[in-house]
């Protein structure tokens, strides 16, 4: 099965994403974190992209994020299905992305943006595992991943202003992303502001029913 998990910042995509993936043993693919995995590396391109787009709140350039996504979907553990978690971002992507492969199901989930923003003031994350810890999901012992045990650290795109410009360019972009996979017949909407156990089961009915 080949998903899209859509939704603001912070509605938990990449926490549903990889525990979705696990259950149906198929890749969980976030541009997001291939591209910090990558400036970690001090990979030129992750480099670039850091300090000239989403470190800043901005999304980063069409070609760009389309061509990682292309290539990475070509992998063989990409064969029976996959997640993709926070792309295609804009109309552009979305077209581009319906050219390379045929996506089954849209899940979009849904959150206040009062919401989002409390959940970013609490929000670390694991830069090993990629593990995100919050009001919902608490580190057993404050401040270290539960898997690895490195420090946890405030993501550079999670600051107040940061986040304020990534929300105005979401909503900005959306609208014409939901109305293509509307029009597909293949979004569904999830409420994102249930507890973690409760938007997963959501999901996964809603996955089930399709």
Known sequence: MKVVFLGPPGTGKGTQAKSISE???????????????LAEENNPLGIEARDKYWGKGCLVPDNIVTDLVKERIQNPDCKSGFILDGFPRTLAQAKSLDKITKIDLVIFICSYEKEIIRRFENRLQCNNCNIVYGLEKEPRK??????CHKKLVKRQDDNPEVLKQRLKIFYKNINPIVKFYEEKGILVEVNGEQEIEKVKEEILGKMQSK
């Open 142 to 147: 404050s401040g270290y991943c539960d898997e």
């Open 23 to 37: 259950i149906l043993n198929i890749p969980n693919i976030s541009t997001g974190n291939i591209f910090r995995q």
